[in-house]
């Protein structure tokens, strides 16, 4: 029998349900100190985003992402959920964690590997595991990279949305298209609504090249549940005024 979905797993659909869509701030803990980490998401948090991802790179680890993760719950009274790249990626003092499968890698390491090493951990961290289908969409980015991802091209929706259906069939019960960090654009919109129209009530998330409130409005309006913004909060000179924006365009 498949496992109850958690508090945060409720509270993330609650947001989609109430809302429209939800929003997520990625903050990589190897991208600034744990101080400054807790300041963005206690601003992000006041921008109107309804969780904090924390991770993201090989070096999101150890003392530094417990850290990081205890600050940001100092900071915030937010949901901090983990978004490990491998095993290393985990810590006893967060909420909960993205288990996911990187499922177009050519690698067992991201497909099923770190997650077996991982799960024990997991269980006895006391963490929530979501459970959650990772695929990469080109350009990719460093995390395509490193995952050794067979990139699904843009102008291939139904790929994407065969690996999409396998994963709902598979039982998880969410669905993240990353275009990857830094993207020049987002996923594209025709590929959100092919996908998000097979999964049905599967949330799905869609992260990278998000740099507007009109770029997460029409991923919004094709199917996404959930955004996700990482590099634009980490370059915003205003975290509050950028999140604000994001979330305001995304909820009814």
Known sequence: MMFERGRVELLL???VAERGA????LIDPDSQSPSEAGTMARAAQQGGTDAIMVGGSVGAAGILLHETVRV????TDLPVILFPSSVAGLCENADAVFFMSLLN???PAYIVENQALGAPLILRYGLEPIPMAY???EPGGTVGFVGDARL???RKPELAAAYALAAKFMGMRMVYLEAGSGADSPVP???VALVKKLLGDVLLIVGGGVRSGSAAA???AAGADLIVTGTGVEKSQDVTSFVSELTKSIRR
């Not at 939800?22 to 701030?25: D, E, K, R, S, W």
């Not at 940001?72 to 900071?75: G, R």
Request: avoid cysteine.
């Open 105 to 107: 890698s050519r690698s």
């Open 218 to 220: 029409e991923l919004v």
């Open 13 to 15: 659909a609650n947001a």
């Open 189 to 191: 919109a025709n590929m």
């Open 152 to 154: 699904i091209p843009r």
């Open 72 to 75: 940001i719950k100092e900071k």
């Open 135 to 137: 695929i990469i969409i």
């Open 22 to 25: 939800g929003h997520l701030t």
